[in-house]
């Protein structure tokens, strides 16, 4: 999650009032050969599919404290759990009858601390707690420990509370219950410059295995895992920094797989031995985009980018892995024309291969929606922030977005090696920064966080 963000307007933006409800499905791309984990050049083959889309946009909701990021759901799929960042609380949020969405309660975490940043949340598998992450005030001047804390949905209160490391991001619980695993980024953030130095970092950030035995929340222990780069080779940027991002569990609950979005790789962790097992630089994705911000879109040019991913998901068999490349380094970080951030989506097999690239498809997708943001044509054009998966009808369905186009897609993943691009919906709110998948419900909800809306994509075959 960049923190550093720049909300743009889109210029077209005209189109999204016209089009909420509107879904544009327009190319199919099948990838059958595998590629090098050092660059992705797949080609690019495109297909007319029919117009129809099986997602439409079914409710929006104006959150009331305006404050919305990630979002998870109880397991009978009647209440979301709402982060709500620097406001340092979770809201509670009724969803039994989308027409009439209300806000049940506000639970405060700032008697953790009083500069409580909730940045993720899970809820347990029992429905009667959730796992909020919290950082505490940290900075390149304050070492603040981070927080896991144990929130009781029903009482709103706090029932119990885990030290970890500085810096906590983002949170996944296994299915069982027994696991989560936090991203220990600790960014070592300048107040006063808004920028990380990462020559000068001193405290390298980790990842926090939580166990639970019996999956007991209120009785668990905290591993701190260490992830070195020092010897992982030259496609990692900052061996020094591996600043973990986004986390997520394999479906047999056995391996957890990191982002380093930074450092442009992913670090798989084996959740018994609690150690890392491998990491693997993501090289670079070639294809073609808009490098213009000129008024016109034009997806012609030549683009070579680190991936840089935030979100990660695993596909249903757990063996491959799926990454919203965000990006979040300087455009041309390093004077090399290499850019930040693939605007695509990417599958990785175990070893770091390249089995999936969408290349410019997401880019098109939004120009031919017309809501391409061509303002951010020379950063990082639709910027692909988050993802998640959920299975619809019996398909396993991939739901991404797209931050600065305002808009979810959807890819029927049920091969996945071969995602079919299904189209898209534009989200209610602007910036969808979290993706979820409702529980026992055919929805998908975003977390839009610049208006701080909730948008719920529903399945209607």
């Known amino acids: ?10 210029t077209l933006a005209c189109v999204l009032s016209t089009a909420s409800l509107f879904s544009t499905a327009f190319a199919s791309n099948d990838h059958d050969k595998h590629s090098s984990p050092k660059t992705s050049e797949h080609k690019h083959h495109e297909t007319k599919v029919p117009t129809k889309n099986s997602f439409q946009l079914a409710a929006t909701y104006a959150m009331p404290s305006k404050a919305a990021e990630i979002i998870s759901s109880t397991p009978d799929g009647s209440t979301l759990l709402v982060t709500e960042a620097n406001l340092g609380s979770i809201s509670v ?20 601390s009083a500069e409580a940043e909730v940045t993720s949340v899970v809820v347990t598998p029992n429905g009667k707690y959730a796992l909020a992450a919290v950082r505490t005030g940290d900075n390149v001047n304050n070492a603040n420990k981070g927080v896991i804390a144990v ?7 706090i029932a119990k509370t885990y030290e970890v490391g500085i810096g906590p991001d983002a949170i996944a619980l296994s299915k069982d219950g027994r696991t989560a695993v936090v991203a220990i980024e600790d960014e070592e953030l300048d107040p006063v410059l808004d920028e990380i130095d990462f020559s000068k970092v001193k405290r390298p950030g980790s990842v926090a295995i939580l166990s639970f035995p019996k999956a007991d929340v209120l009785n668990g222990t905290v591993t701190d895992v260490p992830i070195d780069l020092t010897n992982v080779g030259p496609n990692v940027t900052y061996p020094n920094d591996p600043q973990p991002e986004y986390a997520a569990i394999s479906p047999d609950g056995k391996t957890a797989a990191i982002t380093l979005q930074e450092n442009n790789a992913i670090a798989l962790i084996d959740l018994q031995d609690k150690k890392v097992t491998k990491v693997f630089g993501l090289g670079t994705t070639k294809h073609k985009a808009d490098l213009k911000t000129d008024g016109v879109v034009s997806i012609t040019e030549d683009l070579t ?23 979040d380094l300087g455009s041309n970080e390093f004077k090399d024309g290499v850019y930040s951030g693939g605007r695509n989506i990417m599958a990785w097999d175990r070893n770091g ?5 969408s290349m410019e498809l997401i880019d098109r997708a939004n120009a031919e929606a017309g809501v391409y943001p061509d303002d951010r044509s020379t950063k990082r054009g639709s910027e692909v922030e988050n993802l998640t998966i959920g299975k619809f009808d019996g398909k396993q369905i991939l739901a991404v977005c797209s931050e600065r186009g305002n808009t979810i897609l959807f890819f029927n ?9 299904l189209g898209l919906v ?3 709110g602007k910036a969808p ?3 979820h998948k409702v529980n026992k419900r055919d929805l998908f909800v975003s977390a839009d966080e610049k208006t701080g809306t909730l948008s719920f994509y529903e399945y209607k075959d």
């Open 1 to 10: 999650m960049n923190r550093k963000r720049w909300f743009i307007s889109v």
């Open 93 to 112: 949020v009724s969803i039994k009858d989308l027409k009439n969405i209300q806000t049940v309660k506000q639970i405060s975490l700032k008697s953790i």
């Open 151 to 157: 929130v009781d949905i029903a009482a709103g209160t």
């Open 305 to 327: 980018a680190r991936p840089e991913p935030d979100g990660i998901v695993w596909s249903a068999d757990g063996k491959y892995l799926y990454t919203a490349n965000e990006g």
């Open 353 to 357: 291969n390249v089995v999936y690239d």
């Open 413 to 421: 993943v049920t091969n996945p090696l071969k995602p079919k691009y």
């Open 426 to 428: 534009p989200s209610g």
């Open 433 to 435: 920064e979290g993706i």
